[in-house]
């Protein structure tokens, strides 16, 4: 049925091309690594590195727009790849995503795969996250109506797209939703309002909840329930801004369903989410009139809210929700090793950034976030600073420092053995632009902790010469080892981790090719985490548009 809807596809596809002439746009992206052993630093974990010894991925994304139609697929390839599974391995290819789309007046039509958010992304998101390995399209049909300018309402239903372990299918769970927007202008002073609110509905499919009850039968007598097939999450959201100031808030609720404890049992329960902020931007500050200040704060509550095409889905799968980590994103290497991902059944929490601008070239940053679980015990908290100064056209530096307490034992899943980590982290870099092409960029880290695997000192030198070229050289220095008992056997040497990079961009093509020693850690990015095994070897890329 597959292949007879692609022949379709490609035939009309045709058609549409000989009776006008459309324009056609796209890009590619391919990774290749090279395994290397090493058991100094632990990166022995994976099949790569005693069989198969590399690893690829590819995407190519094709867009044709002709009379009015956006066609749109996407060829994904994954060989001996562990990105999706970051200690085994996985080999796949085929079309991994596909849409047609069409605009008739103020209505919009999708039919295919498709990405989408509603409000912030709390009660639903259909995202991908290329370096995590992550895509939670959906597949099937969505629409969207423009009432006016300032007034939308959209809906879609259809299914997730498959699970890490298999990527070319579609999860059997039915997923559909609706939501719309409103924005207002308000009295003469201008106050910018929008409201939203959304419902999103899951329903199981007959094989999970065969799974789901077997299970339970299983359970002792006061442990049991009658699972639901249905689920329905919502939420209702705004934002309004005055000024200079803005304000924003959402509450997200779930009807009870089957959900996982932290032990892995499943038990009856509802959800809810609470989310509130604001923020503060003036320019033009000072006798000068060239500094500036911004801020940010935002409170956030996640109660049993774990929102997935089914309770069956583990580790980074089927997920129907994003919700990010309440911390700063991070930048430097040593910064961002202790990173608290959200976690769905339970966490309440605030960051607060301040931006200040002396004047241009001078400008302070600072930072605090402090998590704590439902039932008060510390999960994690950052200070955070750094000041940046920009001396003349030539150089310019920064400084700054990090403190973190980071609970190992909730966020990697370790036993009361672990100590809690606790961090101090000076950091700072100077770059000396050498002329109008050409620059020299040096920066330096040390975390220094008692707790995990001890202190680190990471130090880089890059060289960048516009447009074409960029040379990088890092080493990351366990300094002061600490090493677990039941952790995974690592040297108790002063273990380096160095890498060399090279990067070569032509027009709208970049290569780049490095040899690379990672730690093992948590790994974000876009504010989400998951733990990876350290890594030894080399990997190259290549990506371009067209």
Same mark, same amino acid.
């Given at each position: 049925m597959r292949k007879l809807f692609? !022949? /379709?596809?490609?035939? &009309?596809?045709? &058609?549409l091309g000989v009776q006008a002439q459309g324009v056609l746009s796209g890009n590619? #992206? $391919?990774?290749?690594?090279?395994f290397d052993l090493d058991s100094a630093i632990g990166a022995y974990e994976s099949p790569q590195y005693t069989a198969e010894m590399s690893s690829a991925e590819a995407w190519l994304f094709l867009n044709y727009q002709l009379k009015g139609f956006d066609l749109s697929a996407r060829y994904d390839l994954f060989n001996n790849s562990n990105l999706l599974i970051p200690t085994g391995s996985y080999s796949g290819h085929g079309l991994g995503f596909w849409q047609i789309r069409k605009r008739i007046s103020d209505l919009t039509l999708t039919a295919g795969s498709f990405y989408d958010q509603f409000g912030s992304g709390l009660v639903f998101r259909a995202y991908e996250n290329r370096p995590l390995g992550l895509d939670y399209a959906i597949q099937g049909v969505h629409a969207r109506y423009d009432i006016s300018p300032t007034w939308m309402i959209k809906g879609f !239903? /259809?299914? #997730? %797209? /498959?699970s890490i372990e298999d990527r070319f299918s579609a999860s059997p769970q039915i997923v559909k939703g609706i939501n719309t927007e409103k924005d207002f202008i308000l009295g003469k002073k201008e106050i910018r309002l929008s409201v939203g609110a959304s419902a999103v509905n899951r329903t199981l499919a007959r094989e999970d909840m065969n799974l789901i009850s077997a299970e339970i039968n299983g359970y002792s007598r006061e442990l049991r329930f009658d699972p639901k097939y249905n689920t329905y999450a919502y939420n209702g959201y705004f934002n309004v801004g005055l000024g200079d100031f803005a304000l924003f808030g959402e509450y997200v609720g779930k009807t009870q369903e089957a959900i996982r404890d932290i032990d892995g049992l499943l038990k009856l329960s509802d959800g809810k989410i609470y989310l509130v902020g604001g923020s503060f931007a003036k320019n033009k500050l000072g006798k000068s009139k060239k500094g500036g200040l911004g801020m940010n704060v935002q409170y956030r509550v996640i109660d049993h809210f774990q929102f997935r095409n089914t309770p069956n889905a583990e580790l980074l799968n089927g997920f129907l929700t994003y919700q990010p980590s309440l911390t700063r994103q991070a930048s430097y290497r040593l910064l961002a090793r202790y990173i608290a991902q959200a976690l769905d059944l339970g966490e309440k929490g605030i960051q607060a950034d301040l931006f200040y601008t002396i004047n241009r070239g001078k400008t302070l940053t600072l930072n605090y976030s402090d998590i704590h679980s439902l039932e008060g015990e510390h999960l994690y908290q950052e200070y955070y600073a750094d000041y940046e100064h920009k001396f003349n056209k030539s150089w310019k530096a920064k400084i700054g420092l990090q403190k973190v307490f980071?609970? #190992?034992r909730v966020y990697q899943g370790k036993d009361s053995s672990y100590k809690n980590v606790e961090t101090i982290t000076p950091f700072g870099e100077v770059t000396y632009k050498i002329d109008k092409r050409n620059s020299l960029r040096m920066e330096c880290q040390y975390l220094m902790t008692q707790q995990d695997l001890g202190s680190f000192v990471n130090a880089i030198l890059e060289l960048n010469m516009s447009?074409?070229?960029? &040379? $990088?050289?890092? @080493?990351?220095?366990?300094?002061d080892p600490v090493r677990h008992e039941e952790s995974v056997v690592l040297s108790d040497d002063i273990v380096h981790y160095y890498s060399? &990079?090279? %990067?070569?961009?032509? @027009?709208?093509?970049s290569f780049t090719l490095a040899y690379i020693k990672q730690v093992e850690g948590v790994n974000c990015t876009g504010g989400i985490c998951r733990i990876e095994p350290a890594f030894s070897g080399i990997r190259f890329t290549l990506q371009t548009n067209f």
């Open positions: 692609l !022949t /379709g596809l490609t035939v &009309f596809i045709a &058609f590619f #992206q $391919s990774n290749f690594s090279v !239903t /259809g299914n #997730q %797209k /498959g980071y609970n #190992q447009p074409h070229w960029s &040379f $990088s050289v890092s @080493d990351m220095v366990n300094v060399v &990079f090279a %990067k070569y961009n032509i @027009d709208v093509t």
